[in-house]
């Protein structure tokens, strides 16, 4: 995405002719004003594109916008049924609770059951073996037969049949209480199983509510891609939109300078073009009252001089080792070099001269300055990044060697240095017009 907004935020085409000496006929028509003219057109063209691609972001960013709506539903949902599987665990665990709290009350009851039925076990032991030794029921027939009187025979009567009452209570006390025990057991089992159960589902619950966390935490990270996802597109459509910008504007200053540049020109010939009529009219002037005598001819103007050059086509823009060069790198095309210096405050200088096209903060290349320049009739443009501050801004013109920011380390870099770039021709995304600039210096 990102190349295809930048390959259409291209860097113009300048030719800045005011920006050198003065060019020969032939070059000042090759940059004339016609030509930058219909450069200028051609950004127009060019930045019309752009807005149709913005268009097209545009239209994206609301269907991304719209399917991050969808997403917070989906997760608004799954943290709704997240809450409503806690609610049931937290269920599950009083339920637990109350449950072990019964058991442990059937345990201390099953307990009090045990010991009684053991006290009647003895007591029944202890009246088995009485029988055994007496001869049984034999001994309350003897106590009937031994009454002194038919009252002292009724309360014998009453007191055997007491008796044997009391034997028939122990007896189905002691089945009532084995029939409790044996009901309690049931329950405690019972509560077992249902506490094995419970406990069964709330692991359940617990693998179904890590999956939900784990689906969860997929869709934020699906919508926290889809958002940075966003945010970059926006950056890069306002970016190619300010480098758009930014080279009308500058396209639109290079046509004032050579306006001024064909005015000065123009003037310049206009004023050759009167001494040369001065001299004539002079010379004519002496033939006709001299008789023939011949007088010194004024000499011929001076030609205009070039700038003095100082070295190559360009100039290193900065002191410093080239750790880094032209061509493959780190499984990448790096399309420049890198020049190292590990001084304080080192300064940067512009390689041309030339008028800024773009001075700003880039998240790759820190901060950075693209300069145009235009020289013996062909454009450049120069780049120069990863500078801890910039000196020039947008537009402005700058000469050879003028100071135009400090080595750095900003952006996407690892320790200082500046990466220089020289292409011939406009700057894109892919960096096809990149050329080796230690070349040209």
Request: hydrophobic residues 40%; positive net charge; proline residues 2%.
């Given at each position: 995405m990102k190349k295809q907004i930048l390959s259409l935020a291209v860097v113009s085409t300048l030719?800045?002719?005011?920006?050198?000496?003065?060019?020969?006929?032939?070059?000042?028509?090759?940059?004339?004003?016609?030509?930058?003219?219909k450069e200028k057109n051609a950004l127009q063209n060019k930045r019309s594109g752009i807005n149709s691609?913005?268009?097209?972001?545009?239209?994206?960013i609301g269907e991304l916008q719209t399917e991050?709506?969808?997403?917070?539903?989906?997760?608004?949902?799954?943290?709704?049924?997240?809450e409503d599987a806690e609610k049931k665990i937290e269920v599950k665990n009083a339920e637990i609770a109350q449950t072990t709290a019964e058991i442990e009350q059937l345990k201390v009851e099953i307990a009090e059951l045990i010991k009684r039925i053991e006290k009647r076990n003895e007591l029944l032991k202890d009246k088995a073996r009485s029988f055994q030794e007496n001869g049984g029921t034999v001994n309350y027939i003897d106590v009937l037969l031994g009454a002194q009187s038919f009252s002292d025979f009724v309360d014998r009567v009453s007191a055997v049949t007491t008796i044997v009452q009391a034997d028939k209570d122990i007896l189905e006390q002691h089945r009532l209480d084995k029939e409790e025990l044996e009901k309690k057991q049931n329950e405690v089992e019972t509560k077992l199983n249902n506490l094995q159960g419970m406990k069964k589902e709330l692991e359940a619950l617990k693998v179904k509510l890590n999956d939900q966390i784990k689906e969860k935490n997929k869709l934020m990270s699906t919508l926290k891609h889809e958002e940075e996802q966003m945010h970059a597109e926006n950056l890069e459509m306002s970016e190619a939109a300010d480098v758009l910008a930014a080279q009308e504007a500058a396209m639109a200053q290079a046509i004032q300078l050579e306006k001024k540049r064909q005015a000065e020109i123009a003037a310049e010939r206009a004023r050759q073009a009167e001494l040369a009529r001065q001299r004539a009219a002079a010379a004519a002037k002496a033939k006709s009252s001299g008789g023939g005598s011949t007088s010194t001819p004024a000499p011929d103007p001076e030609p205009v001089a070039a700038a003095p050059s100082s070295g190559g086509m360009i100039i290193m823009p900065a002191s410093g080792r080239i750790s880094s060069g032209l061509g493959s790198r780190w499984g990448s095309y790096h399309a420049g070099i890198d020049i190292a210096n590990r001084g304080s405050n080192v300064p940067i200088h512009?390689?041309?001269d030339g008028v800024v096209i773009r001075s700003y903060y880039s998240s790759s290349y820190g901060n950075v300055i693209f300069v145009a320049h235009s020289i013996n009739g062909q454009t450049w443009t120069t780049v120069y990044a990863h500078m801890s501050a910039r000196m020039a801004s947008n537009g402005q013109v700058v000469s050879r060697g003028q100071r135009i920011g400090t080595m750095g380390n900003t952006g996407q870099s690892y320790g200082q240095h500046l990466h220089f770039e020289l292409h011939r021709g406009s700057w894109n995304a892919s960096k096809s017009n990149a050329v080796n600039p230690a070349a040209y210096w």
């Open positions: 030719s800045l002719g005011s920006l050198v000496s003065p060019l020969s006929v032939n070059e000042a028509k090759a940059a004339s004003i016609s030509e930058m003219q691609e913005i268009n097209k972001n545009k239209s994206k991050q709506q969808s997403l917070n539903d989906q997760i608004k949902k799954l943290d709704l049924g997240v512009a390689a041309a």
